[in-house]
């Protein structure tokens, strides 16, 4: 019956390719929360960026003996890069489930200097700790089996971007976290509380604690002027890379290892991972329609823009309010990119960017 079930085509995998995926995805999971949800997601960005180099020396060279085209590529970036490794959806939804169990569990562990709640901290390593670890894994297996079934019945969006939204909600619910949380301004979209260093009490694992009545995912990237000036430039530099190198994720990942910086403290280092995939698939869409590559920048641009918008709504509604990580940027490629696999399986559009549709 079991085996049955896994070989339906929702799943798509016989019992030993989904015991093999699930065992991985545990370990993977574990290791998110071992070395922290951001730095899991800067090794995506490494692993990513290995693997598109090799796929572009590939496609110059041509096919490497003994090796078929293009697959020691696709081993990297999406076995490993966007798998059971370091695949947003298992490591770094492990992190940030593990993050939001210890906001309860240990706010002890808190460091010291950090504003928001403990729940949020994704730069945090939690090192061997086994029960934190646990969590990680179970997560991570989650975010794999929720990937796998969304990419069988065809789902029109980035599954594993759905994936990583889906499990950070899951953990809010699990370790008893409001889905929203109290809005301190007028609106739901107001971060004056912020700008003014309004404050509130907060309870954390029975403690009483003074927090920020509104936590901005990012205080140095809120402010929407800013935001479409960086979603701008990082549109443009995402679509210039697809169209000189082929590759849709190479500036993603360029994009990911810049956030080295930022775990590392460097102040204002913005996040755009976002932001270059979608300006990349703005390229993908405007080349054929338009057939001229400023004009396909331009549009990259706009995508840029667009998608980095959507973060920062979503982050308002969701992140700044509560007290665990819901991901903006994977929110964001999530409802673009099933606007995106909407409009292109009604026809309007000349492909799916990367989307297998």
Request: negative net charge; charged residues 10%.
């Amino acid at each position: 019956m079991f085996q049955a079930l896994l070989q339906l085509p929702v799943i798509g995998l016989e019992v030993e390719q989904f015991l093999l995926l699930l065992i991985a995805a545990l370990a993977g999971g574990a290791f998110g929360a071992a070395i922290g949800a951001l730095p899991a997601f800067i090794f995506t960005g490494f692993v990513v960026f290995l693997g598109e180099g090799v796929a572009i020396l590939q496609r110059e060279l041509g096919t490497l003996d003994a090796v078929e085209t293009g697959g020691l590529a696709t081993d990297i970036t999406g076995v490993i890069g966007f798998g059971m490794v370091t695949g947003p959806h298992v490591a770094f939804a492990g992190g940030v489930a593990a993050t939001a169990y210890a906001g309860r569990k240990y706010p002890e562990m808190e460091p010291a200097g950090w504003d928001y709640h403990f729940g949020k901290n994704i730069l945090y390593a939690f090192g061997t700790k086994p029960d934190i670890l646990a969590v990680g894994a179970v997560f991570g297996a989650v975010g794999m089996l929720i990937t796998q079934v969304m990419n069988g019945v065809g789902f029109p969006t980035d599954n594993i971007a759905l994936s990583v939204v889906a499990t950070a909600f899951l953990a809010r619910i699990v370790f008893d976290y409001p889905i929203v949380g109290k809005v301190a301004g007028s609106n739901i979209l107001d971060m004056s509380p912020f700008e003014n260093g309004e404050k509130r009490v907060a309870t954390d694992g029975g403690t009483e604690t003074s927090r920020l009545a509104t936590e901005p995912w990012l205080p140095h990237q809120y402010k929407w002027s800013g935001i479409i000036a960086i979603g701008l430039v990082g549109g443009i530099l995402g679509g210039y890379i697809w169209l000189e190198t082929g590759s849709i994720f190479l500036g993603y990942a360029i994009s990911a290892i810049s956030l080295l910086f930022l775990n590392l403290g460097v102040e204002k280092i913005p996040v755009t991972h976002h932001i270059t995939l979608l300006g990349a698939v703005g390229a993908i869409l405007a080349m054929p329609a338009i057939g001229s590559e400023p004009v396909a920048l331009l549009a990259a641009g706009a995508f840029g823009a667009i998608s980095g918008l959507l973060a920062e709504v979503t982050q308002r509604m969701f992140y700044s309010h509560s007290a665990t990580h819901v991901d903006p940027p994977a929110m964001a490629i999530a409802i673009f990119m099933l606007a995106l696999g909407i409009l292109y399986l009604l026809g309007l559009l000349p492909n799916a960017g990367y989307l297998a549709l």
